[in-house]
């Protein structure tokens, strides 16, 4: 598991807080994620999970307090479009998507703005990245709003391969899946992941979480309760108590 | 650009457009008629700004009520450069779509940043502004009583004066053809694609390197560049103008010629233009007609947008498919289903409708 780059982070938090008024919905936190691993994020509802990738991305608000670091290089300065640009790619939690475009092309305006493309290489690209989900080829010149769920899955995930990311970061993309479907997805993690593509997963279906990532990191109230591998984190007893002990009766 | 056409679909949609083409181009032959005339010219000038709004209202989903003004503001730029500062009228009517562009570009610093309802309150407050500006300043502009004398354009060896509006007719048709072209041209580019991204989810096409407020302030500049544009022409052509341009009247008239003729189409507002300036400038020269006719406008586009919520426009392409569909199946034996037909971009007023609608 040692690379030789293990210890040159390449997405890091220095000490970020974001506050809403009197709320704090991120209190202090500091991490880093390596390249190309996995990188898990649990946590109870209104931790602050998808506050952190808001200010990851700065969409739609950057952070109050503190930097965070792309490859060495501070970006929480930077405009969103830029961000995404820089290589930070996200997914949204609520299903996003350019709903009367279709398929092909919603992959191809990223592609195009986040990838930098020429138009050529966007076409080819898009395709690609929609080979790479699976999204059958009758299905791409479709509306996106006409997609299944589990299509528009397979749409996010080509869309963010097209734009040429270094990290993806992908807020509960299970949610709304049934179980095969929930293999499906973990599938088309690792088929980003075998790109060269660095995953941030945050995931309340916690069987998909525990198998894909490498390393875990739960937060709580905005703040870092535990992280380390997988095995270890489910073991931390603050863990059981604030995130798994709510949830006892639906495990 | 990405969509795959079927292709009865679109061959009749090429056929219908040279029909078009051609008819415009003979219009003048069948119609001698110098008010008749006048009336073709009037509603190729609506077609313009009522095309070009759409690209900012309907494409960018840019609540931009201040298009009307832009249309004003080249009418003035034209006319005071042409009248005061002697400037070729030709000229004159690019620097009216220049100076348009220009003031949407002032509008767009506040209004890219904002949103819904803001957006209409920035664009209407500007409205008004350019207005008052246009009223108060009646040493140049001739205030509430109107410029006049303007001049017009000339070619060698022909006066437009004379010829019973011969030479405008081609004119304002050259301009409506042009305009119409580049406009599909645009929303069919990556810029278009980018603006309906940014209409359909903001901060998702943030998520995808598209720079919000850089695409905003470009399809304002160019949506207000053809009005102004046509707003040059209008004044040329008519040789007077007066701040009535700006009246909420003309600007309610606009919208509805958009909005009957369905958003997201270019054609849809363009040829609702035609039909809806042909109708209402009709019924102005029945006497005692002139404020009714506002009423049935108005009339027509509840009654329109009953029926077909999505405009005109909307329609068409089902109604193209399903002619398509007939022959095929009468042809093959065998019916496809309409959507199959449908490329993305003439479903998108559908799809939008979907996704409202659409089940997680
Ligand atoms: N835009 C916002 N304005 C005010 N409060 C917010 C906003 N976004 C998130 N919050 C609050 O911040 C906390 C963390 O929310 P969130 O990051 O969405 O949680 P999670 O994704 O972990 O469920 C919650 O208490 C939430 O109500
Ligand atoms: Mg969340």
Not at chain 1, 105 to 117: D, L
Not at chain 1, 211 to 217: A, D, I, K, W, Y
Not at chain 2, 54 to 73: M, P, T
Request: with cysteine; charged share 15%.
């Amino acid at each position: 598991m040692v690379e030789p780059n293990d210890d040159k982070p390449l997405l890091e938090m220095r000490q970020v807080t974001r506050r809403f008024g009197a709320l704090l919905a991120l209190d202090n936190v500091s991490f880093s994620v390596r390249k190309s691993e996995i990188f898990g994020i649990a946590g109870p509802n209104g931790s602050g999970k998808s506050t952190l990738f808001n200010v990851i991305t700065g969409i739609p608000f950057p952070p109050s307090e503190g930097e965070i670091l792309l490859a060495g290089k501070p970006i929480h300065r930077l405009p969103p479009h830029q961000i995404s640009r820089a290589g930070i790619l996200r997914t949204f939690q609520k299903d996003a998507e350019f709903a009367t475009l279709s398929a092909r092309e919603n992959v191809y305006a990223s592609a195009v703005y986040c990838g930098r493309m020429t138009s050529t290489e966007a076409k080819e690209a898009a395709d690609q990245a929609l080979d790479d989900v699976s999204l059958k080829a009758e299905r791409r010149a479709k509306a996106a709003s006409d997609l299944s769920v589990f299509e528009r899955k397979q749409l996010m995930i080509a869309s963010a391969i097209a734009g040429r990311p270094k990290v993806l970061l992908l807020d509960e993309p299970a949610a709304g899946l049934t179980k095969p479907e929930v293999t499906g997805l973990s599938d088309l993690i690792f088929t980003v992941h075998r790109r060269g593509i660095t995953v941030v997963l945050i995931e309340h279906v916690l069987p998909l979480l525990l198998n894909v990532s490498e390393r875990l990191m739960i937060l709580n109230h905005g703040a870092i309760i535990a992280s380390g591998s997988p095995a270890e984190v489910v073991r931390n007893p603050e863990v059981v108590e604030a995130y798994l002990g709510k949830r006892e009766a639906r495990l | 650009m990405m969509a795959l056409h079927g292709g009865k679909l679109r061959s009749s949609k090429v056929w219908l457009i040279g029909v078009l083409l051609i008819a415009g181009l003979l219009v003048p032959i069948f119609v001698q008629d110098s008010y008749l005339r006048h009336l073709f010219i009037i509603s190729f000038v609506y077609g313009i700004v009522a095309a070009s709004w759409d690209l900012s209202l309907g494409y960018a989903g840019i609540f931009n009520f201040a298009h009307v003004a832009f249309f004003g503001v080249g009418v003035y730029a034209t006319g005071l450069t042409a009248k005061l500062l002697g400037i070729d009228p030709w000229a004159a009517m690019l620097i009216g779509g220049v100076a348009a562009s220009a003031a949407a570009a002032i509008v767009a610093l506040p209004v890219v940043r904002l949103q819904g309802v803001y957006v209409v309150l920035v664009t209407f407050a500007f409205s008004q502004l350019v207005m008052q500006l246009v009223i108060n300043q009646s040493n140049l502009t001739g205030g509430t009583q109107g410029m006049v004398r303007v001049p017009t354009i000339w070619l060698p060896g022909y006066n437009f004066l004379r010829d019973y509006k011969l030479g405008y007719y081609y004119v304002a048709f050259g301009l409506l053809v042009t305009t119409t072209v580049c406009l599909r041209w645009l929303v069919r580019s990556d810029f278009g694609l980018s603006i309906k991204a940014l209409r359909d989810n903001e901060d998702y096409a943030v998520s995808r390197g598209i720079p919000i407020a850089l695409q905003r302030l470009k399809a304002l500049v160019a949506s207000a560049f053809f009005t102004g544009i046509a707003g040059g022409f209008y004044v040329i052509y008519l040789r007077v103008a007066s701040p009535e341009v700006f009246d909420f009247s003309t600007v309610s008239l606009i919208l509805s010629m958009v909005l009957v003729g369905g958003t997201s189409s270019i054609y849809g507002p363009l040829f609702a233009a035609l039909f809806l300036t042909f109708i209402s400038e009709g019924l102005a020269s029945i006497n005692n007609f002139a404020e009714g006719r506002f009423m049935l406008v108005a009339l027509a586009m509840i009654v329109v947008l009953l029926f077909f919520p999505k405009g005109l426009a909307s329609a068409l392409p089902a109604i193209l498919a399903r002619n398509a569909n007939q022959k095929r199946s009468r042809q093959s034996g065998t019916a496809l289903a309409d959507r199959a037909l449908m490329t993305s971009s003439d479903k998108e007023n559908e799809a939008e409708a979907a996704s409202h609608s659409g089940v997680r």
